[in-house]
C-alpha cells in the first residue's frame, strides 16, 4: 500500500514510495507479477497504484494522463488507458 508508482528503467525499477524513491535492481515485468491487484501496468515503463488516483484526463488518441495524490502524473499508453476504464468504469 505504500508503493506509489514504479518507472521502469532496463533492468532496474524506481520504486517511488511517500518516503522517497528506490532503485532496485529487478524489471518491470517481474515487480508486475509480484504486485497486487490494485496495481496497473499502463505503459511499457510505468506501473501504479490505483488507490493513489486523484484524477484522470484524456490526452487525445485514446492516451490518458493519470494524476496521482502525491502530485505526480502518469502517462497511460492507448492500451493502458483502456485497461484503466476496464478495471475503474
Request: aromatic share 4%.
Amino acid at each position: 500500500n505504500r508503493i506509489i508508482r514504479i518507472n521502469g528503467a532496463r533492468d532496474y525499477a524506481e520504486v517511488v514510495t511517500p518516503a522517497g524513491n528506490h532503485l532496485v535492481r529487478t524489471s518491470l515485468a517481474d515487480l508486475e507479477k509480484k504486485l497486487g491487484a490494485n496495481f496497473l501496468r499502463v505503459h511499457r515503463s510505468s506501473i501504479f497504484n490505483i488507490d493513489q488516483i486523484d484524477r484522470m484526463e484524456p490526452a487525445g488518441g485514446g492516451r490518458m494522463h493519470v494524476h496521482l495524490d502525491n502530485g505526480d502524473t502518469v502517462d497511460a499508453s492507448r492500451s493502458g488507458a483502456k485497461r484503466i476504464r476496464e478495471r475503474l468504469v
